[in-house]
Every structure is written in structure tokens, then in C-alpha cells.
């Protein structure tokens, strides 16, 4: 999808796009002029707008990303059949062209907003943005962002939201996080799932998988599940309890949280004009 | 992959500075960027001329330094280099390390001209 550069130009970076002035052009006067600031600094900034949105109405809103068919949608419809007595939960779907898992979510009765990302293979802060103004935030307490299948692109772009899952399906390879360490390093949680195959496959090392994440240096748990024979999942439903808790918490506090991979991205924000 | 949008959103940058400086053409671009930011330097090198076509930076040259890795250890609190998917310490072994630097992606500098006639630009 991306041979031919696929994510350019998408709805949500569009406006960025200006025609150029016409000036005309001098032969002196050269000067160099420094100006440290993250070429994706856009995005930042409508992602912190989205991340006050959710905070205003105590939403935590979590980003589920992966390679395509890994079971982010699956894990969805039996999170959704397993929690939505307790939370009201909502879905921001983005896919490159169809409704289908919009679809799914809706069978299982909860809201799903679809994005049709086009060509783009990720989704950004300012597509979440459009999606979430159609919901009605304060009919929520949870909302799942399902990123586009892609083990590249999608760690790069703060949505707004608070934690970055990362799914590692068993049929991948245990050495995925190794090969894709901008994803991975991204994860403030690693799923592995479809763990049911795991008795058919003979090279399949959790623990390998395990051991190339800490490589990465990212202290994020593991949690091994099959969303389909519904295995391991209290473990999930645990951890994310403990989230929704803590997040309350901190919004008591009038405080915060950046998913992992963007803090860094944070610190070149802060709409600082040119350095020196 | 999205190296494409990354230089749109950095010619952007570009003309705003461009337009503070009252310049008339971009000559050099020069980013930094880092193995863990998540963009292939060779992919940004090829977007690059497409993404300015028809902008002030349309004769530019795109610079792109590529920075180290280099972590600090939570264990024994030295420094080293790092690889890309092995952040562990490079003194003690341990895994627990915390990115000094690595993940940039900056517009370093540009090298402008500056108008010198007092037509002034409309965009
Ligand atoms: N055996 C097994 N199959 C699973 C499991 N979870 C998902 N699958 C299957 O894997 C396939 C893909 O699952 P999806 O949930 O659609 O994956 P996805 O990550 O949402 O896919 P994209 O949205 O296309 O990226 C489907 O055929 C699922 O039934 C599981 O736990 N065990
Ligand atoms: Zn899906
Ligand atoms: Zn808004
Ligand atoms: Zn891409
Ligand atoms: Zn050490």
C-alpha cells in the first residue's frame, strides 16, 4: 500500500497543503536560519487538542495497533460483550476502504465511527478529530481507536489518545518487535494474541517475544489471549480497569497521560518559535 | 511510509520561516533525524522534490543527518550507543535505559535568499 509513498495526502493533513507564494528569487542574501522543531508538529498539536476533549468528558481513549488480521477487531467484539455493563465504550474505526469492521462493532451493539483512510495507512489527529465530533463524548467512558493494520506508520502519529496497545499475533514470528522496534517501542501494553494456535505451531517462543521487547527497553507487560476461544481475557479486562481507575484518578488531579512513544515528541512541541 | 505527508508538513515550516525572513528561494534544507523516529531517511530523500514541486524550496537541496543512538542506563547510570532494536546498556547488559537521543526528526536549518527588491510577497 505503500509503494507508491500511499500516505500522502489524506483528509485530515489536506489544509496543510498551500499553494506556494510566487517570490522572486535573488542571487544574494543567503542566510541559514535554525529552527529545532519537530516536522510533525501539527500533528502534536491537534492530538493535544483531542486529548482535552477526552479529558474534559473523563474519557480514556486507547489506540489499538498492529499488523492487518492480527485481531484487533476481535478482541474488540469480545471486550465490548465482556464490558459494555460496565463501561459505556465506544469505537473509532479507521481502515483504508471498507465499513466492515465498523460493522462488526455495530452488530455487538455499541457506537462505531468509520474512518475511510483512502490510501493513507495510518491514521492522525486530525482525522480522530473528525470522528470523535461526531460522537457525543459524554455518553462515554472508554473509546477504542483501531488503527489501521500496519506495523509501521501508525506509532509515528499521537491521535490524542492516552495508552498505545500493541497486538502481536503467534502467527507473526516471536521476533516481530525486533524487526518493527518503532512499533513496538510505542506499546504501554503488548498483546499476544491468538494464543489458541500456539499448540499448532512448533517456533513460536512467547517468551522469545517477550525478551525482544525488553530489548527495546520498554518495560510495557505482555498478555497472552485468543479473543475467538476466549482465553486469557481477565487479564486484559484487568488491566484495563486499572486504566479507566488510574485515569480518573489523574483527572481528579487535574492531570494527564501521553501515550509512551510521544512523550519524547512532547518535548519539541511546546510551540517554541526558532531557536537561536 | 508516510515520508510524503512528513515533507508537506515540513515544507510548511519551511515557508512560514521562508516568509519571516522575507526570502526568495530556499536553497538547502538540512533535517536530523534519528533510527527510532519512524521515518526511512531514503523515503523522506525521495518525497522530498515531489512534496515542494512548485514551492519556494523547489530548488533545494534536502540535507539529512542521521543521529546516533544513545541511551543512559537506569542500572549503573552509564551511557552508550545503541542500535536501533538492542537498547540495552552497553556497560552492565541491562535493559532497563532510558533514550537520550535517537527519535529526533527535526528541521534543522535552512539556507535562504534573501529578497533584496521591495516587492513583497502575497501567498
Ligand atoms: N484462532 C484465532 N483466530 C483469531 C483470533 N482473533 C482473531 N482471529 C481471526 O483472525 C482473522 C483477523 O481478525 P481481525 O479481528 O479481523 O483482525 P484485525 O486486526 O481487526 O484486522 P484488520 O482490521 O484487517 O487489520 C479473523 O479471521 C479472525 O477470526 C484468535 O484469538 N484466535
Ligand atoms: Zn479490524
Ligand atoms: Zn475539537
Ligand atoms: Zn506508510
Ligand atoms: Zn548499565
Redesign the pocket.
Known sequence: MCDTCGCNITSGNRHLLQPAGKLEKTADGKSAVTVLQSLLSENDHQAMHNRQHFDKHGVLAIN?M?????????????TIDALADRYRIAVI?G?LETE??AE?IRARGVTAIQIATGSACHLDAHMVHDALHQLNLADYDLIFI?N???LVCPASFDLGHHHNIT?L?VTEGDDKPAKYPVMFRAADLMLL?????LAVLDDFDPQKAEQCLRQLANPAPMLS?????Q?GLEAWFDWLDDAITSHRGRLEQGETVVPKIQSDGARWHAGEPAHP | MHELSICQSMLSQIEAVARDNRASAVHRVKVQIGPLSGVEPQLLQQAFPIAVAGSIARDAILDIELLPIRIECQQCGGESEATANKLICGHCGHWQTRLLSGDEMLLASLELDRATNKKTATC
Do not use: M, W, Y
Open positions: 489499538l498492529s499488523s492487518p488480521g492480527s485481531g484487533k477487531t476481535a478482541l474488540l467484539e469480545a474505526e481502515d466492515n469492521d462488526r483501531e489501521v493494520g500496519n497486538l499475533s494474541t491468538k494464543t489458541d494456535l489471549l485468543s479473543a475467538t476461544r482465553q
